[in-house]
């Protein structure tokens, strides 16, 4: 069975930054970063599939940067510029394979695309 081991949350004043980490047991095409603010539902942050193609929610393009290092099957997300709004559990999900279309695939931002979860870990932002 895949694990994920998340790392890298914690709490920073507004404006600041923090960087995640999540390694996965094996290769995963389909990595990505979801959150759940209290009282909210699981939104996705942002996702990178095998090709290095990357998807990000609206609500974080130009602070939120996803990356990974594909030789040891480890996805990251350097968050700047965070908000209180950020706050939020940050879990790392990830599948096997993409959502397919008659002529697409992608790894998109919908939980219930991936099949493999993290424990999540908490990002406290203040103002």
């Known amino acids: 069975q895949v694990q994920l081991r998340e790392s890298g949350g914690g709490s920073v004043q507004a404006a600041g930054s923090l960087r995640l980490s999540c390694v996965a047991s094996k290769y995963m095409f389909c990595m990505g970063w979801f959150r759940e603010a209290p009282g909210k539902q699981r939104e996705g942050v942002a996702t990178?599939?095998?090709?290095?193609?990357?998807v990000y929610a609206d609500s974080v393009k130009g602070r939120f940067t996803i990356s990974k290092d594909a030789t040891n099957n480890t996805v990251f997300l350097q968050m700047n510029t965070l908000q209180p709004e950020d706050t939020a559990v940050y879990f790392c999900?990830?599948?096997?394979?993409?959502?397919?279309?008659?002529?697409?695939?992608?790894?998109?931002?919908?939980?219930?695309?991936?099949?493999?979860w993290g424990q999540g870990t908490q990002v406290t932002v203040s103002s």
């Open positions: 999900a990830a599948d096997p394979e993409p959502a397919v279309g008659t002529s697409w695939y992608e790894c998109r931002t919908v939980a219930a695309d991936y099949g493999i």
């Open positions: 990178i599939d095998g090709d290095g193609k990357i």
